[in-house]
């Protein structure tokens, strides 16, 4: 009955993740720590009725073992007494029948019952892939060795040969070839010293190390090691296909290379060309992570200065005339800041428990169909929570009010963010540009003139906020919340607000964020005339 009663709780939660994403939020994935648990406790049960059945079969062994090789000794003798010949005649024709039935009971039907039910709810391919791709992204944007993750080096589980090789074969599967090789090169490393592998041999490391290096269009990188592995497997089909299809291009390239100068340039120009139109994006790119690796811009003393922590009542508001909060200035212009202890333990526990059962992957809204949809770029699961559902969500929100001094009522509702494994959201706007005219029509409520972002948890490691233009980084902390205003008072976005946020490296984050809108704020933030003002 126990057990039933588990399994209908848990069917509750695993109902909300049917289209799995399990490793865009950690809250979810925790839930399958305590799926495995019970995998285990399943286990060990099914081991201690094998056990108990292996041990009553044994008994029934040693006994018989030492009464046959008694009775063989003189079995006319041993025959002759009425008894034995009684019990001989009763072990033939019943026990040792039921010493059959024994054999033959399955006692794994819980096991595999329990298995069964729970396979249904299991990460897919999706998940794993997904997974993997993110442990990539933190060994991007954090510089990350190979060696320092698969070793242990990074807080928490090593990662064997296999698991070297499997993230290879992600990478490769995703046409990945520098990741493929980082890991493959990872794999064939800790082969070479001896570590046993389930599923993988030296040579087809190679030949997917190989091909990796090929697509990378470094020929030349493909030593004697990588083009000469097939002696090591000769019956191995497509490692030897692929060594005579380097052969093959290496002798192609170096033709090439004396006779086809022209065509190199004019080939150049069209990859600088290509190269030009990707600039922005990777320089951006290379901002966003410097920052997250806390690489980012420093203000000088005299803009230093200009940043205090302050006890702050918004103009005497009647709540915090004695118990003023604690202010402080992240950063001068855009002004960002920060206010400490501003939410409860308690609260902030409450409106994770609401969240949790509601988390859905999150969503981008495409720029041109206007459709919400998923994005590489973004992951988490996230879930809103309105004003009328719980007395603290009404609580939160009328203390965003009393703090900021805006009208929330034409706010949109409280977005509660759980971030998975390596969880972030590229540089981005919170409000709609001047290109997408129609970003929030349907809300009626103008556009996204300020954000109030919410930290819920601690993050050991990554997890900051930060934005790309100005260079400003903001790490997360328990029961803090920043606040910045997303446009000018003339009502014109301002774009030093664009931000990001970082991968989490290690940890589990939670934030929640209210959107404050441009309508109900007309005698709450006085427009100004000029574009910037």
Known sequence: MALCGWWLIHFLVFTSCSAHDFFTSIGHM?????????????????IRAEESKLEQIKKWADKLDVLSAAATQDPEGFLGHPVNAFKLMKRLNTEWGELESLVLTDVSDVFISNLTIQRQYFPNDDDQTGAA?????????????????????LPGL??????????????????????TELWMAQALRQLDQGEPSRAVDAVTVLDYLSYSVYQQGELERITEELLFFCPLDPTHQRANGNLKYFEYQLAKQKKVEKVEKVEEKEEETKVRQRRESK??????????EQLCRGQGIKLTPRRQSRLFCRYYDNNRHPRYVIGPVKQEDEWDSPHIVRYHNIVSEKDMEKVKELAKPRLRRATISNPVTGVLETAHYRISKSAWLGAYEHPVVDKINQLIEDVTGLNVKTAEDLQVANYGLGGQYEPHFDFGRKDEPDAFEELGTGNRIATWLLYMTDVQAGGATVFTDI?????????????WYNLYPSG????????????????????????????GQEFRRRCGLNETD
């Not at 090593?158 to 990741?179: I, Q, R």
């Not at 664009?498 to 441009?518: D, M, Q, T, Y």
């Open 158 to 179: 090593t990662l064997t040969v296999d698991d070297c090789y499997d993230l290879g074969k992600v990478a490769y599967s995703e046409a990945d070839y520098y990741h």
């Open 471 to 483: 260079g400003a980084a903001v790490k997360p902390k328990k029961g803090t919340a920043v606040f």
């Open 30 to 46: 925790t839930d399958l720590l305590f799926t495995e648990k019970d995998l285990v406790t399943s286990l060990k049960d099914y």
């Open 492 to 519: 014109e976005g301002d774009y030093r607000t664009r931000h990001a946020a970082c991968p989490v490296l290690l940890g589990n984050k939670w934030v929640s964020n209210k959107w404050i809108h441009e309508r």
């Open 279 to 288: 600039d922005d994006y990777l320089t951006e790119r290379k901002k966003y």
């Open 133 to 153: 791709k993110a442990l990539m992204r933190l060994q991007d944007t954090y510089q990350l060795d190979t060696n320092a993750i698969s070793t242990g080096e």
